[in-house]
């Protein structure tokens, strides 16, 4: 069995769907920080089957929860002090997404003006549906090209 030890200060992001951390640590910009930081790719778990754990030496206040909360809501947040878990942090869908993803629509305005920041907004919570600002199009989670 993998044994990866505890983080005095920092986070650890657990119950990633597995699959996903490489993903997360790029869009979180983990792979520009200089911080420890642990993968752990398909650990086992009771409640997912497999999945995947980001271990974080650094201040939480350098992860931006909006971006987390965007790509999953499901995932736990727990923020450690001392080596210990001081706080679990509960991830909700942001009402609007900044510079995150970008609009696939070639007649948006951001298609023809791109110092305009692309900005998504919350359309329905319930079926977790994000629109352009500008042209209201939604946006597509499978699609490759839309994250910036």
């Known amino acids: 069995m993998l044994n990866v030890g505890k983080i005095e200060e920092g986070f650890v992001l657990d119950h990633i769907p597995a699959g996903k951390a490489m993903s997360i640590y790029r869009h979180l910009g983990l792979d520009k920080a200089d911080c420890p930081v642990a993968i752990i790719k398909n650990a086992r778990s009771e409640k997912m089957g497999k999945k995947d754990i980001l271990k974080v030496e650094c201040d939480i206040n350098t992860l931006n929860l909006d971006v987390l909360a965007f790509i999953d809501h499901n ?39 791109p110092e305009l920041p692309h900005i998504f907004y919350l359309a329905d919570e ?3 549906i994000y629109r352009c600002k500008y042209c209201d199009v939604k946006y597509e989670e499978n699609d490759a090209d839309a994250f910036l």
Request: glycine share 4%; charged share 35%; with cysteine.
């Open 75 to 113: 995932i736990t947040v727990n923020v450690i002090k001392d080596g210990e878990i001081v706080e679990k942090k509960v991830l909700t869908l942001p009402k609007e997404i900044r510079g995150v993803i970008r609009c696939t629509n070639p007649r948006c305005i951001t298609a023809v003006e």
């Open 126 to 128: 319930a079926r977790e």
